[in-house]
């Protein structure tokens, strides 16, 4: 156990030295969601609901992102047809102004050209194209914001985007302006605080289990395994380096967006209980990830594809859960849904009793990825 | 000892004893082995068959307490290049069990000893490949081993750095540091070793002290020719000569070993010319190790 300890302060130290840990655990999800919920609130509630059409020319899952962004606007955001239909609407005075989102648009956070998205507005009901405008402003704000993120999250880009594309190609079943539901949804703040959380965990915790993959490329592996160590010490060292990333981040990211972003977590007990589960989850699927491939350069690649399609179907870009049909059956195979819809429930005020079923839910996938890792793990610690 | 790895048997049948304080020397060519022999006696590989011992105690993979008698330094880097020297020494010296003061003062020591003190705050990763070697051997001599492991530590160093190396090698030897060496340079072997093995295609050809091994060549002188031209070819014709016992191509040269070179090296020169070699130089040199490799062989040490 002392090695282990070892192992992971020499681990921590040197994730502390090259930053790029702290970038992806700390900085990088609080700026996404510092951005996100910034645009997605900078709408003071007016007495009125504005009537914005949607007219999507956009095959992908852009407008349901659209719709997100949104939520706490006063608008009631609907479908318009053609672009032919939306402007007589407007004209008719039955739309206070409408959006139309360009073909492509799904494509561009994924490293696709620049699109335009245009807002149709009437001279005579200027603030309606004024909060038409601002949505469309926010929304691309957040496209951006995601496809820097992409483009920066990982050397790996193009293994990344090309998965993405195929998510996107997909053409989920996300209808517009479906977000009905009967729970009481995370406010936006909360949501996007979360949801990047969540994302970005998948990612510090690979600086653990996977650095094993580093310490063989740096040769440093040979020595580890001459010295007078167990080699069970030395997984238990980078499983230990892997939970001091995943729970310093969450705590972190829960704390700081708390204080800074006015995010609202709910129950700290209920939040720590279900953090402490999501990292156990993180851990054990990287790890199984990890023990799957040969080489450092393919264990990245895949890990980054793992997570990133894990947190699109978990909903970490999208609501996706509220969507219905198919991919909100594959969400619930994620622990970002498991992990958001606790935080959900917690929110709704329902008692710690609320989070036993995610909480087990993501102990199991914990249990069973970190199994079949296991079953696999000794050729990770051979020279 | 024997290991295999799916085709291809890399050790089979090596087999050799380190006193305490000698200084041992695997001399092989790339691939004979010497890796993964050693990589079995350091207890990072699991022999197919045989074992080590070090120190009187069986060593697998799996034997933690008999590690700590062995210093082992791997052929290729390896260190951490983003932590100091400092850091990297003092990390695996714990891992060794020294902690505390005697972390301090056992990792100032050994700064000393490789000369890295100035630079020894510095990221591994700014230092020069010559400061890299030797932050690498430091960190086998932390926990001062019965036993230091050192896999061709001069491969790839600078010829003044090489002679840095060799030299703190030769002092652990004197202090009663048993060292166990592997090399593909004769000179190496001939200079830092008490006792060579001469390792090929994973099996111990012969073992001994230089003088033991020279014996081995009985009669044979050892003639170093250089030229140019069908080099290969004038090998197999030479070799067909009665008293030349083998023959070898190499870089721009041939090797051969010859009964009675005075006798004989007309007739090599007009084989050799005959052949198409143009002839530069011809030596008759004291036989050495290559020329026991040679000898056991019948290939150059290096092709
Ligand atoms: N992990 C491995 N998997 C497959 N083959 C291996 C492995 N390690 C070594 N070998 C093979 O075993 C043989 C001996 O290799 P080894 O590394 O022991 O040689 P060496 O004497 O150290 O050579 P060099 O001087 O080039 O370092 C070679 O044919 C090599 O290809
Ligand atoms: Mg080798």
Redesign the pocket.
Known sequence: MRTAFLITAKDLRQRLRDRSAFLVAVIAPLALAAALSVTISGFSAGSKTYQIGLVSLDQGPAASGFSNAARGAPVDLRPAGTEAAARGQVKSGKLDAAIVLPRGLSAVSMGGPPVRIDVIGDTRNSIGALVARSIADSYATYVRTIAVASRALHANGAATVRIAGDVASAKPPIAVGDTSTTRKNLDPKTYYAAAMAVFFLFFAVQFGISSLLDERRDGTLARLLAAPISRRSILGGKVLTSLALGLTSMTVLAITTRLALGAHWGNPIGVAVLIVCAVLAAIAVTAFVTTLAKTHEQANAWLSIVSVVLGMLGGSFFPVAQAGGLLATLSKGTPHAWFLSGLQDLSSGGGLSVIVEPSLVLLGIAVVCGAAALVRVRKLIE? | MR?R??E?E??RGVNFEIAPGESYG?L??????????I?IVAGLLEADAGEALVEGKLLTTKSVAAKSAIGFVP?DLAIYPDLTARENLSFFARLYGISGKQNRSRVGEVLKIIGLEERAGDQAKTYSGGMKRRLNIGIGLLHSPSLLIL??PT?GVDPQSRNAILESVEQLGEQGMAVLY?T?YMEEAERLCDRVGI?DR?ELKAEGTRAELVALLGEYDKVHLTGSGALEAAAVACARIGAVHAASSGDGSLELLVEGASAVLPEILTTAGGAGVSVHGVEVEEPNLEAVFLHLTGRALRD
Not at chain 2, 32 to 37: F, L, R, S, V, Y
């Open positions: 020279p | 290991k790895f799916g291809i890399a050790v695997l092989g060519p790339n691939g004979a082995g010497k890796t993964t022999t990589s052929q896999d061709e491969v592997t593909h390792i994973g």
